[in-house]
């Protein structure tokens, strides 16, 4: 029907929500879930020039805004960078960044991807 276009799901899609679905899992304080506003964080927008954030990442996938999982992985690195950057080494924020990132990547490899191909398909 031309007025309700479902939103179909490319395959590409479908894996980097199953991948964020995971990380997120990895946030259970949703530290990363919203934007980092200045009123929570005095000079955020000063010091962080490329914000990032998991509700930012789901809207890129749902607009099909990621080519592949790379710029993907990007996304997910500037996220835990930019905690790092503007939180102090002695601050929960940077700390959970600290954690988060590894665990990210791991998610990543090559052997992670070979495991998931029939899940997602
Ligand atoms: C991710 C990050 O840098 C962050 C998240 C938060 C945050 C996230 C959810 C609720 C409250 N604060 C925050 N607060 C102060 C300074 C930095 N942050």
Redesign the pocket.
């Known amino acids: 029907c031309v007025l309700r276009k479902i939103a179909e799901r490319t395959p590409l899609q479908r894996l980097l929500e199953h991948l964020l679905r995971s990380m997120e899992k990895r946030d259970p304080q ?3 879930a919203w934007p ?1 506003t200045d009123s ?2 005095p000079g955020y927008s000063q010091i962080i020039t490329n914000p990032m954030d998991f509700s930012t990442i789901k809207q890129k996938i749902d607009d099909n805004s990621y080519q592949n999982l790379n710029e993907f992985v990007e996304d997910f690195k500037l996220m835990c960078d930019n ?1 790092t950057t ?2 102090h080494p002695d601050t929960i ?1 940077y700390k959970a960044a600290k954690k988060l990132l590894p665990v990210g990547l791991k998610m990543v490899t090559p052997e992670k991807l070979r495991q998931l191909r029939p899940v997602l398909t």
């Open positions: 949703q530290f990363f980092v929570i964080a905690a503007y939180n924020y």
